[in-house]
Nanobody
Framework: QVQLVESGGGLVQPGGSLRLSCASS????????LGWYRQGPGNVRRPVAT???????DYAKSAEGRFTITKDNAKNTVNLQMNSLKPEDTAVYFC?????????????WGQGTPVTVSS
């Protein structure tokens, strides 16, 4: 069982920055992939950025060049630095963990942290 707790959301003006953080209850070295997803009003939840245990990363096109995902193995956290924020980035951001067990893959989600980009 993995518990994920997000923090760092809030209200920011267009062009501003926010840093989201997600704390894992287990050693993240054991987690195959960590990531950030977002769900805007009336939309489905979509991936924003993911990072694998090897350090490899993937970004949604909308996030490339503006967002950076990193992880801190010592602190068991995964972070999302968001720069040049736009109103369309407004959403609830969820932390996600994919864990490979001998019995199969399990997915875990945080409770979400809201991000509002508005002037």
């Amino acid at each position: 069982q993995v518990q994920l707790v997000e923090s760092g959301g809030g209200l920011v003006q267009p062009g501003g920055s926010l840093r989201l953080s997600c704390a894992s209850s287990v050693d993240i070295i054991s987690i195959y992939q960590l990531g950030w997803y977002r769900q805007g009003p009336g939309n489905v939840r979509r991936p924003v950025a993911t990072i694998r245990n090897t350090g490899g990363t993937d970004y949604a096109k909308s996030a490339e060049g503006r967002f950076t995902i990193t992880k801190d193995n010592a602190k068991n956290t995964v972070n999302l630095q968001m720069n040049s924020l736009k109103p369309e980035d407004t959403a609830v951001y969820f932390c996600h963990a994919e864990v490979n067990y001998p019995s199969g893959i399990e997915n875990y989600w945080g409770q979400g942290t809201p991000v509002t980009v508005s002037s």
